[in-house]
């Protein structure tokens, strides 16, 4: 069970249940469209600037107390951070980048995870803002993915950066570092931590990280907890939050994604079966769900009219069928018999009443309607005329 509930199919296609019949089409259809809703692909954010959009904490518009002050809104920073200072105005400050905590010029209050210089000019809509409530308390998850550091000489093939903020309804602030690359714009400087609505008191910052030069960091967790106005920092399990991306569909013995959408069509000819993946923003993978298809035959390879053998369409018990045609041929195109009825069979004679068909391979087309879909199938039967054999 992933944080975002069950994840599950639905059959769409003239079928019953997950049976199917070889060669017609089949539409799965996951509930993993509603997964990459659960969250707001936020766009607009600039370097050095505030999101001009207000967003709620929490979905439920419950409080969050910080540094013993309940809020219920919050903005985005575009360079790693996020405020409960709703005043436009706060975007004009003097503000720069990954200063050191406490500062006059400082936006507050705020929490930097981290504040360093980021460049939005590589992705847009990079930072995605999701809800949870299904772990038992109300979370507030914003996540920065995939974007740049800025550079004086920018690399070809530099890496980019994804972290997390979450806000917990008991109180607690954790930041989780997925990966920070290195840069060597403003030395390469980042601020991890938090600061109140004032000077005083004057913050919390994650030791070595108070606007210091930063190595590249990958996979560290921190919880900030509070005991009153203040606050405990301690390092955690690695545990970041999932944040949806994308998806792929694959097909047993196949490695290689058949699908990248939350609806997949398929036109199975034997029993298969169809695996869903959804993938983070980090390419780790959240969710996997697997079906069959059962896929059963409605026709006889072969037949005996000289031993009773007869050809004709077997349709699974429970699917709606309307009106049809079959129809068979001869190896030179020649329609040997054609039937409106499911219940009429090929004895392998011309129209069932005419001279014998001899030996060999017949193809056969079958247009048909299921379920109010109309469906054209077609294959092959082998006439086999092999003497009887008599006992002596």
């Not at 979905?59 to 919050?74: A, E, L, M």
């Not at 309804?169 to 991890?192: C, D």
């Not at 920092?233 to 290689?256: D, F, K, S």
């Not at 896929?295 to 349709?315: H, K, W, Y």
């Amino acid at each position: 069970m992933s944080i975002y509930g069950q994840a599950g199919f639905r059959i769409t296609s003239p079928v019953q249940g997950n049976t199917s019949i070889a060669g017609v089409p089949v539409k799965i259809e996951t509930n993993f469209d509603s997964i990459l809703s659960s969250q707001t692909i936020v766009t607009g954010i600039a370097h050095d600037k505030l999101h001009p959009a207000i967003f709620d904490i929490f979905n439920d518009k419950s409080p969050f107390v910080f540094y013993g002050k309940p809020y219920t809104q919050f903005r985005i920073g575009g360079n790693g951070f996020i405020t409960f200072d709703l005043n436009a105005a706060s975007e004009q400050r003097n503000f720069q980048p990954a200063w050191q905590l406490p500062s006059d010029n400082m936006i507050r209050p705020a929490i930097f995870g981290p504040l360093k210089d980021w460049d939005y000019s590589d992705k847009t809509g990079a930072v995605k803002i999701h809800y949870s409530a299904l772990t038992g308390q109300r979370k507030l998850v914003v996540s920065w993915c995939g974007i740049t550091p800025k550079w004086i000489d920018k690399p070809q093939n530099s890496a980019t950066g994804t972290f997390q903020i979450v806000l917990k309804e008991n109180g607690t602030i954790e930041n989780h570092l997925i990966n920070i690359p290195a840069s060597n714009y403003n030395g390469g400087r980042a601020t991890q931590g938090i600061i109140g609505d004032g000077l005083v008191p004057p913050g919390m910052v994650v030791t070595g990280r108070n606007n210091n030069p930063w190595a590249p960091v990958n996979k560290e967790s921190f919880r900030y907890t509070p005991s009153g106005v203040a606050y405990t920092i301690a390092p955690i399990a690695y545990t970041p939050e999932p944040v949806p991306e994308y998806i792929r569909w694959y097909q047993a013995g196949n490695p290689n994604p058949i699908g990248d959408a939350s609806t997949l069509v398929v036109w199975p000819k034997k029993t298969t079966t169809y695996r869903a993946e959804i993938y983070s923003c980090w390419d780790e993978l959240i969710e996997s769900r697997q079906i069959t298809i059962i896929v059963q035959e409605i026709t006889v390879d072969a037949f005996n009219p000289l031993r009773g053998g007869e050809f004709g369409i077997i349709m699974p018990s429970g699917i709606n069928v309307g009106p049809l045609t079959l129809q068979i041929f001869n190896r030179w195109g020649q329609r040997v018999f054609s039937t409106n009825d499911l219940q009429q069979k090929w004895n392998g004679k011309y129209d069932n009443d005419g001279r014998v068909c001899p030996d060999g391979v017949y193809p056969w087309v079958l247009l048909v309607d299921i379920d109010n879909k109309q469906v054209g199938l077609r294959g092959v039967v082998t006439l086999i005329r092999y003497p009887e054999i008599v006992p002596q």
